[in-house]
Every structure is written in structure tokens, then in C-alpha cells.
């Protein structure tokens, strides 16, 4: 085949073919359920052991004592780990580690904002639902 | 009048102060086909004098520090200054390091906030469409 | 009379989007000499290594650079493992090997579209970055990450590889070995590419050697040294590597081979998923504490033999971690292979060293103390009497 040729092929299959970008904003992002994005921890689930905030590289999390009308018989010393998302890396270690599975965890990603947030309003949502998400 | 100006396309300076490179390989692929900012108008400037938005990347090191300074000032107002991943917001995992001021917000104003580590090209299209969105509502620092 | 016109390139680099200065001194166009500066990335990850504990610690070394992390890891694992006395599940090493193969792949595609870019040929650039994505998207469903795997934990990976994902990796990998012929094919027909990088740079066998450079570099100046066929480490002993050895030695040859190379990937990540034993490659719990003792493990990254030195004297923290990146060996010592070439060709020698400046930095800690406006003869730093400008 001569190179004009080829390239008239190049051309027109172009033509014909959908267009690669994905329109971001308009269009949900093609991110897949495997993405590892922002996490919380369960607080009907957190015992309060420490290790998340013992193994985070980062150190993006604090142990911080429970809200004083809530009690949890599984977690004795009334603390639980709130994740700093400016600081965390997203490494997913705080999941792996902990003991009783108490991170919820979801692909979500667009955090950009105009100030750094964490994860205490989130946690504490969780309160009241019996470990259901 | 001014926002006016800067309104449909307001340039990228992309300035990586000590990353490790995953964040610049991530706004690298956010200016390609696939994301393709060029449909906002964004485009990486050529010059830190032609630009509006300032992307920095990295654990801010002493020695970059001075420059991202420098490279602040250089910059025409109104700009806006977005901080890309866990490193240019606190320093990450290297925070506390010895050579390091960990985050740009010591040495510059920033005005968003990008998390993740690094984060996803969507995600840094994201902070840049708050920045415009900052931008245009005569904020941003000047 | 002023000898020479000295120009800086950088620290804001024209190809890549790194922080390193070169000061080119120039007798009309011809390159004279070079001087490398560097000091911009200097994170002191060293440091960070001995206060933090050995399971932080692979976070920590894995983000030392961004396009080989898991490299990193995998180096750093592999030698606490020895360290501690652990030997990982066989189905870990593939899962492991899978990932460092698909960041091979995705490392090669990028440094050949950045040279695209530093040549000018945008279009190139971008086809290749669109290509690139798709492998991108295989690293994130087998790893959770685009970039950062942080799959590698002491003792096996911290999540499996699923049936239908390794599935998924094959079908992706179709596509990407074709489109990787076909740019194989452009960057050797090319009338462009060619006009710009052959001859450029020529690196002979003996200064490759004398220089002590590593890895693609090595390789395309027809030395056959590669750690993963040498010294095989996690699951090469039983995939078997190819090495590629090309032996003109100039720009070009560097950049076919890293094209070479990424296809011998394409075929080691499909015999891996292909000969992937059963079992369970999650460790059920993690070993904290290591004996006394030193090891010496290494790896082939993208750009080259990689190496760690871990010092330990018992407890939770090493003493001690010495890195050793291909990138410092490749840039800091390569100052030879400008001189004598046009100035325009600067960007297109240093990438095709393929430059990784936050692997590099990392090394120079002497050099933050010292102060950096100190000037460095030329011939001393070719010949790697000072390791530090």
C-alpha cells in the first residue's frame, strides 16, 4: 500500500470514530468500583484499637473520644479514628489492618475543595445504623 | 471588567516543588485526549507570566520553596493557586521530613484544595473548575 | 573575551516536568560541557525511613518516585522479607510481578511520548498518552491505584487478583501490544524521529561501562545486563525473561528499546496470569519486628537496576536504609555523552536517559549542607570522581 494510502485509511477511520475524551464534568467519570477513594470508619463497627492511626504512613489519623451520649459496649475506651483527607495517601492500610472491618470504604474521588475536610462528620452519621450502609 | 477578560481561558503553570512524580504524571495526563481541559480553555502557559492558575505538586522543599516564591510573583493577578495532592496540602507522608516546609499553603495563598495521592486527572479538573469558579467571582488572591 | 555562553536548562525543565538544571557552557552552538545541578526534590526519605516502622516504611520508600513505586516497594519488601525470615505465597510473587510489569509498560509508553514532545512532535505525544491510559486503567483494577499501587505488604499483596479482572487485563492487552507495534514502527520509519535522534547522544560500550550506567541505557549501548535474568527475584525464575540488547548506542536505540522491552512485558503479564498458582496471597497477619542483620536486595526498575541496602539491629525500625536509584547512576554520570553534540539536542539526550529527578534527589544529602552554587569541574564529574554537585 502507498503511503497516501494509507494515510487516506488513517483519515477516515478517524473520522468515523468516536471521539476519546471523556466529557468530564457533564459525563460521570469511568471510575472503576475497584478505586480506592475516600473511606470513613463505621462506628458501630470501631473498637477503638489504634492500629489504623499506629500503621497510617502519614499520620492523617487521630484517635478522638466518642460523642458523650453514645455508648458502644464493643469499644471500651470510647475513642475512634477520624482521617484527616489532606494528609491521608489513600493507601488503604487503615482498611487493610483493622481487625473487625470497620471502614467503609467507596470510590469516591472528587474531594477538591476550597478548604481540607475529615472524616468526623461522616463517622458520625453512622450512628444509629446498626453497621448498615 | 477584568474577570471579563480572563473569563473563557485561563492558562496552567504547573510547578512541581520536590514530587515524586505522580502527581506530575496525573496532571500530565489530565491535559491529554482523554480528559482534555483544552475544552474549558485550559492549557498549560508557556511562561509563568502568561498564566492564571498555578498547580503546584510536591512536598514543598526548602530549596523549591523560594522558587514557587518567586514563580507566585511572577504571576499576573487575578490567579488562583491549586495545591494537587496529600504533599503540596501537608506534606503527606513526608511531613516532618528535615529539608521539607510541607504544604504550599506556608509559602503561598492557596485556594484549592485537591486531595489524594495522587489524585485522579478527573479530580484535578475538578480543583482547576473550582478555581475558575473562584476566579470568577473576583476571588483568588492578588 | 568571554570563552564560553553559558545557558541554564531548567530548573523547570523544557521536556519533562521535573526540577534539575543543567548549565550548558557553549562555543557557538556545540556543547562544551555540562554541569548538572540538582537539590530541587531533595525530600530526605532516608531519614523518614529510620524514624518510621518497617510496615510504614513501604509507603514511605514506595513514594520516593511516583512511576516506579511499585519497584520500590517490591525492592524494600523483598529485603525485610529476607530480613524477617518470611517467605511470601508463590501467588503473591505473580500478582506482584503482574504489577511491576504493567508499570514497565506504562513507564516505557510515557518517557516515549515525552520524547514525542521534546522533538515536537505533538500529535505523537498525545496518541501515545491515550494509549498510555489504557494500561492506566488496568493498574487501577488490579491495584486500587492509578499511579501508587501500595499492593506490596510483608508477607504477600494486600489485595487478590480476581478471575474476571485478570480476564479483563488479557482482553486490555491485546489492544495495547498492537498499538505498541505500531509505535515501534513509527519511531523507526519516522523520517521525523530519525532525522533527530539517530546518532544523537552515541554511547559506546566501554563508556557505558567506564561510567557505570544502567539499565536501557546499558542495554542500548549492547551490554546484556539485566537484574531480573541475573538475579531473578519474586516470579522471573519461572516466567524467564528476554533481555533486549541493541548495539548502536545512540538516542534512538534507546528509545526502540524501550519499545522492545515493553512488548517482552506484554508477554510476561500474559504467561503470569496464564501460569498464576491458587492459594490465598493475603498474609493473615503482619510480622512487626525484624532480627539483627543486614541485606542487599535489588531489582530491574524501568530505568535500571534498583537497590537497597537495609541495616537492621533488631526491634520495630530499620537503622538504617541506603537507596541506590538507576536515575542517579544515568543522569549525574552521563554528562560525557553532551559534549560535542548542538544544543538544540540537550532535551533530547537527557530524555532519552529517561530522567526520574525524584529518584535522584533523594541521594544527595551532602549536597543540601554544602550549598549548591559550588562549581564542579567537568572532567571531575565525567569521570564520577564527584558523585555530588
Known sequence: ?133 | MRNKLIRYSPWLVHFNTGACNGCDIEVLAAITPLFDPERMGVKLAPNPRHGDILIVTGAVTKKAGERLKRLYDQMPSPKAVVAVGACAISGGVFAGSYPLVSGADKVIPVDVYVPGCPPRPEAIIDGILKAIKKLEEGGGSD | MVKYVEVPVGPQHPALHEPIMLRVRLDGEVVEGVDIVTGYNHRGVEKLGEKNSWVRDIYIFSRICGICNAVHAQTYTQGVEKLMGVEPPLRAKYIRTIVMELERIHSHMLINAVMAEAIGFDTLFMLIMRDRERVMHLKEIVTGQRVHADIHMIGGVKRDLRPETAEKVLRVLDYIEARLRYYKKVFEEDYTIRKRLEGVGKISKQEALKHSLVGPVLRASGVPSDVRVDDPYSAYDELKPNIVVRHEGDSLARMLLRWDEALESVRLIRDAIKNMPKGNPVPKAIKRAAGKGEVFSRVEAPRGELIYHIVSTGGPKPYRVKVRTPSFNNIVNSGFAYIGERLADVPVILTSFDPCISCTERVLVVDEKRGLRKWVPFMALSRGEIRVT
Open chain 1, 1 to 133: 500500500m502507498s503511503p497516501k494510502l494509507k494515510l487516506l485509511r488513517e483519515v477516515i477511520s478517524n473520522i468515523f470514530s468516536r471521539p476519546a475524551t471523556i466529557q468530564y464534568p457533564r459525563e460521570p467519570a469511568a471510575v472503576s468500583s475497584e478505586y480506592r477513594g475516600l473511606h470513613y470508619p463505621d462506628l458501630n463497627k470501631c473498637i477503638g484499637c489504634s492500629l489504623c492511626m499506629v500503621d497510617c504512613p502519614a499520620n492523617a489519623i487521630k484517635m478522638v473520644k466518642l460523642p458523650p451520649d453514645y455508648k458502644n459496649p464493643k469499644n471500651p475506651r470510647g475513642i475512634y479514628p477520624v482521617v484527616d483527607y489532606g494528609k491521608c495517601v489513600f493507601c488503604y492500610q487503615c482498611v487493610f489492618v483493622c481487625p473487625v472491618k470497620a471502614y467503609i470504604t467507596s470510590n469516591k474521588f472528587d474531594m477538591a475543595d476550597y478548604a481540607t475536610h475529615n472524616s468526623q462528620a461522616l463517622s458520625l452519621k453512622t450512628i444509629g445504623r446498626g453497621g448498615k450502609e
